[in-house]
């Protein structure tokens, strides 16, 4: 594996985060601060940056690619995209031309990272049927493809209008958007994803990374199947970096513990232990949580076990401060992605 040719990337949500005196932070800061995070993420040579999209009130941000077009007039090199962008109830047209533009203003770093997201709050805003919620995930994505191409698309379908021999603007200046796919737990979207000869973003949240592995295996499988070339993978995980796995592990704590009960009370999940949150962030679980050393070395644990190209650390949980924030975006990109590199290169 090219140590050098890995990508470490950054994702957030825009989490509502508390100021120093522990109150709850307007929408507006959270935002504001989210771009301040992705400026320092470009400022220590991180490689991608990705913001989500989420319709309720413990996340400040419904609209990605206005946060990244704002950053994109203030960073250089670092590739900007969503985190993920929900296609099902979103229009495939009009996502085409967002991140067109984004990679426009951005001279060529826009990605996205498609999906059907993980709540549900955007279905009945935007006027979707829950009961329809494959369909029309399957019917836009295969829109969105045909849209990628940069030639007049015929489609139709049952989830929004026909078109006909219909060209889209503005077009890519280079010819490409890089486009992923995210994925949970359903081996159904691993090989949609190899049907469309599109990458693979696994969103590792719980349990053990490796066992993933049957995912990445049907992948390179359904690729050779339906005549497509080797795509990257990804993974997407949780995790937060201070000076000493304690640090880390104590500054994260109280506010995992409340947004993951917070979202066990919607899904019906029991409260989590400290004990069952420091296995989680053990070797083997899916929290990448600790030193600089600590998460290096587990990052390249998954990497090499899945076959990665890119590790995207979801660094943002609940009402975890800025500050803390920024320190652990310094520490990955400054001490995380060097020991990574070295690491795989020597694999």
Partial sequence: ????????????????????????????????????????????????????????????????????????????????????????????????????????????????????????????????????????????????????RQGPVTWSGDTRAALSNQMVYPPLENGELKTWVAVGGSPQSVVRAAHHGLPLMLAIIGGEPMQFAPFTELYHRALKEFGQPEQPIGVHSPGHIAATDQQALDELWPHYLKNSSRIGRERGWGPMSRAQFEETAGPDGALFVGSPQTVASKIVKVAKGLGLSRFDLKYSHGTLGHDQLMESIRLYGTEVAPLVREQLAEA
């Fill in 1 to 148: 594996m090219d140590g050098q040719q890995f990508e470490l990337g950054l994702d957030t949500f825009g989490d509502m985060t508390l100021d120093a005196s522990g109150e709850l932070k307007p929408a507006a800061q959270s935002i504001r601060d989210v771009v301040e995070q992705g400026v320092l993420a470009d400022q220590v040579g991180l490689d991608f940056f990705g913001v989500g999209e989420h319709h309720r009130d413990d996340y400040a941000i419904s609209a990605p690619d206005m946060v990244l077009a704002a950053l994109a007039g203030r960073t250089e090199k670092i590739r900007l995209g969503s985190a993920v962008t929900v296609l099902s109830s979103d229009d495939p047209v009009r996502v085409f031309q967002r991140f067109s533009t984004l990679d426009a203003v951005s001279n060529g770093r826009a990605e996205v990272i498609l999906g059907r997201g993980s709540f549900t709050e955007s279905f009945p805003l935007f006027g979707f049927d829950l009961t329809d919620y494959e369909k029309l995930y399957e019917e836009k994505l295969d829109l969105f493809t045909q849209l990628r």
